[in-house]
């Protein structure tokens, strides 16, 4: 099945950085997400970037899904921008409407 | 905004008994999604409905079934709970239509102990 990995799995930053989260696919999607999930477990949405570029305030993302991977940008961290950042795919073949997760990356922003 | 909520953001149950977990969205979803999130494993798809009545399967179903009877609610039921199945609970739903699923909306997750 697919592979999804994402780069690095912790990350420290001071406040006021800025930082750049990878994800790879290893086969073709037509739906990949970004998650925050904060300290309380709920995942918020962050972007729905099966390809392209979006932004949102501090943040934003472009997928490249002819080269199979997809980066978050988060500039001017905040402290309440720590906690864990999932990207999440659904295959173009086969896995109907499940979402293949990543493992994460853990950031953590001191102030 | 999309909104879906769980019954519970924390339960605790004893081994051998029937635990019902319930989630509802407000969106009009077709899709409804049960996962469960365990350290070191991720998120994993327990079983997922595309309308009302109708399930399918996911990666880990084992000791779980599930109950769709109207389009808004969807049941996770533990038959018999047991200690491995200690977990974080995530439901999800996202639109279906054109032949093709979007942008999945999750719950805030129910933590259940089973002791």
């Known amino acids: 099945g697919i592979q999804v990995e994402q780069s690095p799995p912790d990350l420290i930053l001071q406040e006021g950085a800025n930082s750049t989260l990878r ?18 477990g709920q995942l918020i949405n962050l972007f729905y970037i099966p390809s392209g570029t979006k932004q949102n305030g501090r943040l934003s993302a472009t997928t490249v899904a002819t080269e199979r991977y997809s980066l978050l940008y988060i500039s001017s961290s905040q402290t309440t921008d720590s906690g864990v950042y999932f990207c999440a795919v659904r295959p173009i073949s086969g896995g109907y ?3 293949i997760f990543g493992a994460g990356t853990r950031l953590a922003v001191h102030p | ?11 605790v149950k004893r081994t051998g008994e029937k635990v019902f977990l319930e989630c ?3 969106m009009d979803h077709e ?3 049960w996962y469960r999130q365990d350290p070191g494993l991720g998120l994993r798809l327990i079983y997922f409905s595309y309308d009302v ?3 399918e399967k996911g990666d880990i179903p084992e000791g779980y079934s599930v109950s769709r009877e109207k389009k808004e609610r969807f049941s996770l039921i533990l038959e018999s709970a047991s200690t491995n199945q200690t977990s ?3 439901c999800a739903s996202s639109s279906f239509w054109g032949g093709d699923s979007y942008e999945q909306y999750f719950g805030p997750g129910t933590r259940l102990t089973v002791t």
């Open chain 1, 23 to 40: 994800c790879n696919f290893s086969d073709s999607v037509n739906n990949l997400q970004w998650f925050h999930q904060n300290p309380w």
């Open chain 2, 53 to 55: 009545k109708m399930k």
């Open chain 1, 97 to 99: 409407n499940k979402l």
């Open chain 2, 24 to 26: 509802v969205q407000d």
């Open chain 2, 1 to 11: 905004d999309v909104k879906v909520t769980q019954s519970s953001r924390y339960l």
């Open chain 2, 88 to 90: 974080m609970y995530l």
């Open chain 2, 31 to 33: 899709n409804m999604f």
